[in-house]
C-alpha cells in the first residue's frame, strides 16, 4: 500500500505527517489507544503484554498509563502499581485476584460500605465467606483468623466514624497466626484516607495498599479511580494477571487528570488538614455537638495510634450530635447549610456533608452514641465562611422543631 492512495478516506487515515520530535512540556503526553501499533509481525509476537518494556493493547497500558503507575507507587513507598477504573474496582481486584471458593475474607466493621457489599454479593455467590471483626482490637481479630483465612482487609480510619486501629499490632496479629505463612493470608490496606501522605503503608507491615485515586490525588471531584501497590512481586503478578483477564484498564484522557492533581496534592493535603482541624475543635466547643471524631483530636478513638503512625491527618471529621437532637433537626442542620454541599465522595475543592445511620451499619461492634451524626468532608474555601456556614445551621437546627 502506497502512503497517498487516490482515496480520501484512506489518505486521511494514512497520512505521511510526522510531527519533528523533541517536544517537551512540563505536563506528561497524554496517549489515547485501544489499538497499538506493532512495526513488523515479528514485533507483534515477541511483545510481551505484561512489561514495561513495550505496548501491546491499551487495556495494558500506555505511556501515561505507566507514568502514573510509576508515580503512585512511588507516592506510597511501594514497587508496582495497577490502576483500575475506580477506588472500589481497587477493592474489588484484590478480592478477585486472591480468593477462591473455600475461602474466607476478614473485613472490619468500620470499613467503606462497598468492600462489605461485594463480600455479600458476589463473593458469597462464588462461594467465598467473609467475617467482620472489630478492627480497634487486635485480639477480636486473632480470635476470627481461621482454616480458610486468606485475605485480611484492613483500613485507617474507619469510614465516616474515623477510629485510628493500631495497624502494626493488627498485621502482627495476622503474621503471628500459626497457619499465616502455610495458608498465605494477605493483608490489604484501604489507604485513600492516608494517600501515601499521613503515613507509609508499607513501613507499617501490610502487604497490598489501594486507594481511591477519585479523591486526593484527583483532587478535582471530575474522574474515578483506583490503584493497587505491593512491594511484594508475586502479590502484584496476581493482580496484574487478573487486571489482564478482567479487562479494568483506565483510560488516557482520566490518567491525565490524576497526573495533574498529583503536583498539588501534597499542598492540598496540608491545607485541608489545617482547615479540617481548625474546624473541628471550634465543632467541639459547641453545646449542640456530645463528640467530634478526628483522629487527631485527643480523645477520638484511636488517636494515640493516629499520633505514633502519622504525621499529617486528611479532609474528614464527623460529628455527633447531643440525644436530645432528633433526626428531622439533624437532617434540618444539613439542609440548612449552604457551603457544604450534600453528596458522597471527599478531597475535592468543595465542602461536602453526609448524615448516616452508623448501627444500621455495624454488625461485630455497638455504637456507644445515641445521636445523629454527620460526617464532612473540608473543601479549599476559606476556613471562616466555612465556620460562618456551620454556626448559622446549628442556629437553625437548634430553634427547628424536634
Ligand atoms: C471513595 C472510597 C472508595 C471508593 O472509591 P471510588 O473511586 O468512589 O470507587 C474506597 N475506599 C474509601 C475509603 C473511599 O473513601
Avoid at 448524615?355 to 461485630?364: G, K
Wanted: net charge neutral; with cysteine; glycine share 8%.
Amino acid at each position: 500500500m502506497s502512503d497517498s492512495s487516490k482515496h480520501l478516506s484512506t489518505d486521511l487515515i494514512h497520512h505521511p505527517y510526522k510531527p519533528p520530535a523533541g517536544f517537551e512540556a512540563i505536563p506528561p503526553a497524554v496517549h489515547k489507544a485501544s489499538t497499538v501499533i506493532f512495526p513488523s509481525v515479528a514485533a507483534l509476537r515477541a511483545r510481551d503484554w505484561k512489561h514495561k518494556t513495550g505496548y501491546t493493547y491499551g487495556l495494558h497500558g500506555t505511556p501515561t498509563t505507566f507514568t502514573l503507575e510509576e508515580r503512585i507507587a512511588s507516592l506510597e513507598g511501594g514497587k508496582f502499581c495497577t490502576l483500575v477504573p475506580s477506588g472500589l474496582a481497587a477493592v474489588v481486584l484484590v478480592g478477585m485476584a486472591l480468593l477462591r471458593a473455600g475461602d474466607e475474607v476478614l473485613i472490619p466493621d468500620n470499613a467503606y460500605g462497598p468492600n462489605k457489599a461485594f463480600a455479600q454479593g458476589e463473593l458469597a455467590a462464588w462461594g467465598i465467606t467473609h467475617r467482620m471483626y472489630n478492627p480497634m482490637d487486635p485480639a477480636d481479630l486473632a480470635a476470627r483468623l481461621g482454616p480458610k483465612t486468606r485475605l485480611v482487609w484492613l483500613e485507617a480510619p474507619g469510614s465516616i466514624t474515623l477510629e485510628f486501629p493500631d495497624l502494626p499490632k493488627l498485621v502482627a496479629a495476622v503474621k503471628s497466626h500459626p497457619q499465616a505463612h502455610a495458608q498465605g493470608i494477605v493483608t490489604a490496606l484501604d489507604n485513600t484516607w492516608g494517600a501515601g501522605v499521613a503515613f507509609n503503608a508499607f513501613d507499617l507491615g501490610v502487604d497490598i495498599s489501594v486507594q481511591a485515586l477519585t479523591k486526593y490525588p484527583s483532587g478535582g471531584a471530575d474522574v474515578l479511580m483506583g490503584s493497587v501497590v505491593t512491594n511484594n512481586e508475586s502479590l502484584h503478578h496476581l493482580m496484574h494477571f487478573c487486571h489482564m483477564r478482567v479487562g479494568f484498564g483506565v483510560a488516557g484522557n482520566d490518567a491525565e487528570l490524576v497526573l495533574r492533581g498529583l503536583n498539588s496534592m501534597a499542598l492540598r493535603y496540608a491545607a485541608q488538614d489545617a482547615a479540617t482541624r481548625v474546624l473541628a475543635s471550634w465543632l467541639q466547643r459547641q453545646p449542640q455537638v456530645a463528640a467530634v471524631l478526628h483522629p487527631a483530636l485527643a480523645g477520638s478513638p484511636g488517636h494515640e495510634a493516629w499520633k505514633r503512625d502519622c504525621s499529617a491527618a486528611a479532609c474528614l471529621m464527623s460529628i455527633v450530635f447531643r440525644p436530645e437532637f432528633s433526626q428531622e433537626q439533624v437532617d434540618h442542620f444539613c439542609d440548612s447549610l449552604k457551603l457544604f454541599k450534600l453528596g458522597y465522595s471527599w478531597a475535592g475543592p468543595m465542602s461536602l456533608c453526609a448524615p448516616y445511620d452508623i448501627p444500621a451499619l455495624r454488625t461485630t461492634t455497638t455504637w456507644p452514641h445515641k445521636g445523629g451524626l454527620v460526617r464532612f468532608s473540608v473543601g479549599l474555601e476559606a476556613v471562616p465562611d466555612l465556620q460562618a456556614d456551620l454556626a448559622q445551621a446549628l442556629a437553625a437546627m437548634q430553634y427547628s422543631k424536634g
